[in-house]
């Protein structure tokens, strides 16, 4: 029982930072001038992932639940393509993905390329020498994140350029002063983290107390908890019509997750991460990279009309979810 109390506390400590992280976040985006879709995608991806990053840390360098570390990322991955479902449901108009910039596909693109590796790593297992400790893998994803990063940036200056006039609307914080947004979205960056420091010990409990495993714990309860600074971030994005800081928060994420994938593999000090953790992560892996691929068709093909309450994109979604949490049951 204690360890439930436990969770639902970081979960709550995690909600509330959540809500000021999106406010803050939106008025960065326009002092910065740097566009809300890269914004997204980097600072407040990266903000918003932190329970992820130290979780997994601590997963790993004191719990030793290694297999926390990385069903918390791959189920992160994961819960964040299902917050586009729950976007398209508060977003009753039109199909969200219509109001989103086809730049979001790049990102996509290149969480695919990421959570692709992450999948064969799984599968060969030992088959991968190792680079001292650590796997190969590992400075690939780091690699590649950094790339990422240079490329959405410079796409997204671009499209400020070409779209002048769109960025001269978006001035709604003239009274805030950047000191004063900064200040407040670190004093809640730092609540997000200290929330999540706690989530592996209580992670492990729940795991042994339940029965269900480390793996499944990990890629569902944990990465659920994990996660909603994003649905809190985005939803309240949704809200003051900010479509691009959401759905980039997203996208960006999944990227920065696999970017902590080779954090924790540094600190796991017993091998490469993905050789000592569950092949059952797969399961994740090709999951998230089915939904994000739902994700993209639906950004391509921008659909005008819903057929019911979701779009069709946001069903295939919720649909692969539900299937991913079937055979995590099943294999666990």
């Known amino acids: 029982m204690l360890y439930w109390i436990g969770f639902l506390a970081c979960t709550s400590l995690i909600v509330y930072s959540g809500v000021k992280l999106s406010l803050y976040g939106d008025i ?99 088959n991968i020498p190792p680079l001292g400790w650590i796997g190969e893998y590992s400075l690939l994803f780091i690699v590649i994140y950094f790339i990422a990063m240079r490329l959405i940036y410079f796409y997204e200056k671009r499209r400020i350029a070409a779209y002048i006039k769109e960025v001269a609307v978006e001035l709604k914080y003239k009274d805030i002063s950047t000191k004063t947004a900064v200040g407040n979205y670190v004093l809640n960056a730092f609540i997000v983290i200290v929330a999540a420091v706690f989530l592996p010990m209580i992670g492990k409990g729940i795991a042994e107390m339940s029965g269900l495993g480390e793996t499944f714990v990990g890629n569902i309860f944990i990465a659920l908890s994990t996660s909603l600074p994003e649905v809190v971030v985005c939803i309240s994005a949704i809200r003051m019509e900010a479509v691009d800081l959401a759905i980039g928060n997203l996208f960006g994420s999944n990227i920065f997750n696999i970017f902590i994938l080779a ?15 569950s092949q059952n992560h797969i399961v994740s892996s090709l999951s998230a990279i089915a939904m994000t691929t739902i994700a993209i068709i639906g950004l391509t093909y921008r659909a005008e009309k819903k057929p019911l309450f979701l779009a069709w994109d946001a069903m295939g979604i919720l649909l692969v979810y539900a299937i991913n949490i079937l055979l995590l049951y099943m294999l666990k």
């Open 263 to 277: 954090i924790d593999d540094i600190f796991f000090i017993k091998g490469p991460l993905l050789s000592h953790v």
């Open 28 to 126: 960065l985006a326009e002092k910065s001038g740097l566009g809300r879709t890269w914004m997204g995608l980097f600072a407040m991806a990266s903000v918003t992932s932190l329970p992820e990053l130290v979780t997994g840390i601590s997963s790993v360098a004191i719990a030793d639940a290694p297999d926390i570390a990385a069903g918390d990322v791959l189920g992160s991955c994961v819960f964040n393509m299902l917050i586009l479902t729950i976007l398209d449901a508060f977003y009753r108009q039109t199909p969200i993905s219509t109001r989103a910039h086809h730049g979001h596909i790049l990102a996509g693109s290149i969480g695919i390329v990421l959570l692709s590796i992450v999948a064969g790593s799984l599968f060969m297992g030992d």
